[in-house]
């Protein structure tokens, strides 16, 4: 597929890059498409074990594009709002670990996005808001990404108020998994993502979708569910090779995905 608003690098540490650096990387219509596109292009390559996203220029995104919101019949925005929400479950559903590599601001659909991804690693310069409220639109769609990353109170201020966080106090918050000096952020990423790729494959995609299955089951609901996940997975060569590996007190062979 051609893109015309994405940069994607294939290899073990994939890369889907936002090149729209004038509009900071606005999150248009077509971005997004091009976007669930790029992630279902590098996750189907079977070199990749982790996917970075990142933004270039000086942000990494400041949500919805509003220029082409203005003026527009419900019609397109309910299309807007639904390619956005499968922007958001493509990154959740490829087996990959998505992480975000956060500089500059992440406003609205923006820290929904990153929100949204597996991990994130932050430029300690970078801000985060959501501040729809600001301009008459709150961020309703970003607003379920974040109550689940940060929780409810953190969640509310953010969204009643529209103040921007600093990288640490999202870090603190639970947003980001790390934060690191804005020449460190490419190799911060890289690192997180080697070390994932040590894993199996198999076993790290597996894990990853019990994880979005059980997160908002009751405790009963979620034990049900991942015991019979983690039977199903002992079953599988990689674990086997994993544990006879481990026994051995050797380093494991893992299959090709």
């Known amino acids: 597929m ?12 994939a890369r889907v890059t ?8 606005a999150l248009s219509l077509e971005m997004m498409r091009e976007l669930v596109a790029a992630l279902h292009e590098v996750s189907e390559d079977k070199r ?10 000086p942000a990494f995104s400041a949500g919805h594009d509003l220029a082409e919101m203005r003026q527009r019949d419900v019609a397109f925005y309910r299309t807007l709002f639904e390619t956005c929400t499968r922007l958001m479950d493509t990154v959740q559903s490829v087996p ?3 992480i975000a590599r956060v500089h500059g601001v992440a406003t609205a659909a923006g820290c929904q996005l990153v929100a ?30 974040l109550t689940r990353a940060i929780g409810r109170k953190r969640a509310m201020e953010m969204l009643l108020t529209g103040t921007p966080i600093d990288a640490a106090t999202a870090c603190a918050w639970g947003l980001v998994n790390r934060v690191v000096a804005a020449e460190e952020l490419d190799a911060a990423c890289e690192a ?5 790729a040590e894993a199996s494959a198999l ?16 405790q009963p609901k979620a034990y049900a569910y991942a ?18 590996a481990f026994l051995e007190k050797r380093a494991p062979q893992w299959s090709v995905r």
């Open 2 to 13: 051609e893109y015309r608003n994405v940069r994607i690098a294939f290899g073990t540490i």
């Open 18 to 25: 936002m090149c729209r650096p004038e509009k900071r990387n």
């Open 48 to 57: 990749t074990r982790a996917i970075v996203l990142a933004g270039e220029g």
């Open 96 to 98: 990959q670990p998505v």
């Open 116 to 145: 949204t991804c597996d991990l994130a690693v932050a430029a300690d310069s970078a801000t985060f808001a959501t501040p729809g409220v600001r301009i008459g639109l709150f961020c309703s769609t970003p607003m379920v990404a």
């Open 192 to 196: 997180l993502a080697a070390r994932i």
């Open 203 to 218: 076993t790290i995609g597996i894990g990853k979708q019990a994880f979005y299955a059980q997160i908002d089951l009751d």
């Open 227 to 244: 015991k019979e996940v983690m039977s199903l997975n002992a079953l599988a060569a990689d674990a086997q090779e994993g544990m006879c």
